[in-house]
């Protein structure tokens, strides 16, 4: 089985920084794509951000520039640091991970249990 576990959220100023990190435990062989995903009160839940194997970054359009999002593959570690925080950037917080466990082929899309940010005006 396979846990993912995000953190990091939390309130912060308009225009300040804030960085979640999601760690991935459980019998792992291999991560290959990482994302970020939020969801607004009242809203649909998007992709903000994602990172490949192969370090292939792509975002969202109203977070390019801002955040960046990185990882980890010997502590099975993703990253989102997100700088100039608006108020629109309010929301859970979610990371997932696409991973192939030990003894297994393919692999499984996995999701943390989300982690609120909230940016005051």
């Known amino acids: 089985q396979v846990q993912l576990v995000a953190s990091g959220g939390g309130l912060v100023q308009a225009g300040g920084s804030l960085d979640l990190s999601c760690a991935a435990s459980g019998s792992i062989l291999r991560v290959y794509t990482w994302g970020w995903y939020r969801q607004a009160l009242g809203q649909q839940r998007e992709l903000v951000a994602q990172?490949?194997?192969?370090?292939?970054?792509s975002y969202q359009d109203s977070v390019k520039g801002r955040f960046t999002i990185a990882r980890d593959d010997v502590q099975n570690i993703a990253y989102l640091h997100m700088n100039n925080l608006e108020p629109e950037d309010t929301a859970v917080y979610y990371c997932?991970?696409?991973?192939?466990?030990?003894?297994?082929?393919?692999?499984?899309?996995?999701w943390g249990q989300g982690t609120q940010v909230t940016v005051a005006s």
């Open positions: 997932t991970a696409d991973v192939q466990q030990i003894d297994r082929e393919g692999y499984r899309t996995y």
């Open positions: 990172i490949t194997r192969g370090l292939v970054e």
